[in-house]
């Protein structure tokens, strides 16, 4: 789509979303202050999720293309042990970055690799690594915040982004919707929009015209507005319904948050 981001504008997100992760990491009075966004972790325990996906990514990236992960990664994430004294940590989380960015630089967009949305819209590419890290790294950063009672709106080219890339990557699959078939829409005041339509033939999204569903057939079963951040944080889970503006029928978006589509 013409507004997605460029491979380099992802590797620069990347770095500036991780920074400041550290910054909300380094300005904690400790390490051991619960994360409501994911409440049975620590900030350490996120530090180290986070340090160890980048890390594990860099791994995945530079071993190419794979059906598997490779097992050398594997083993690396299980035996990772980051340090517990802030200032060393948020060094090694600096390192952690760099590795994923290296890789992801060496690879470029194109390369294949091993990723676990294999029958998504997302390409399984270092690409497509890099344009998911950045939604971790910026909705774990959201997190940190949380944890000291200081969030910050996600920054708007993220959020846009990354509506499209949760319901491209982590919703649009083959595997058959069992339910009645149904389209789920989302709108930003930001003057996009998106739809994820679902039935027997699995989910698929595509981006809206501006303003609506107009040109488009059908009406959505459930509609959710709401800033781009803020649909971005709905649909990690990290703020509630109440926080966006939902139309029609918000059971469907209970069906959707539990279906497991079969393999």
């Known amino acids: 789509m013409e507004d997605d981001l460029e491979f380099s504008g992802l590797l620069r997100l990347i770095d500036e979303r991780s920074g400041a992760f550290r910054d909300a990491v380094a300005a ?5 202050a619960r994360v409501p966004g994911c409440p049975e972790w620590t900030l350490f325990d996120l530090a180290e999720h986070l340090g160890g996906g980048d890390r594990f ?8 293309p794979a059906d598997v992960p490779p097992a050398e990664a594997v083993v690396a994430r299980a035996a990772l042990a980051a340090p517990r004294e802030t200032e060393a940590l948020t060094a090694w989380l600096a390192e952690s970055t760099e590795l994923l960015l290296g ?5 470029g967009p194109e390369r294949g690799c091993w990723t676990w949305w294999g029958r998504s819209q997302s390409p399984r590419t270092a690409g497509g690594v890099a344009r ?9 950063t959201y997190d940190a915040q949380l944890a000291q009672d200081a969030p910050r709106p996600l920054p708007e080219e ?9 319901l491209s990557t982590c919703c649009a699959n083959t595997g058959a919707w069992p339910h009645e078939p149904t389209a789920f829409d989302f709108h930003a005041a930001e003057g996009r929009s998106w739809r994820l339509t679902v039935d027997g033939d699995g989910a698929r999204a595509a981006r809206l015209p501006a303003d609506g569903a ?35 029928d918000a059971r469907l978006l209970d069906l959707l948050r539990a279906w497991e589509p079969e393999e």
């Open 103 to 107: 890789a992801l630089r060496e690879a």
């Open 214 to 248: 107009g040109g488009v057939a059908g009406t959505a079963g459930v509609s959710v507005r709401g800033t781009a951040g803020e649909l971005v944080l709905f649909l990690y889970d990290r703020i509630p319904a109440d926080s966006v503006r939902i139309d029609g």
């Open 57 to 64: 990514w860099a791994g995945v990236v530079g071993a190419g």
């Open 158 to 166: 993220v959020a846009l982004d990354g509506v499209d890339e949760f």
């Open 28 to 32: 904690a009075p400790g390490l051991d």
């Open 132 to 140: 998911h890290r950045v939604q971790e790294s910026a909705v774990h």
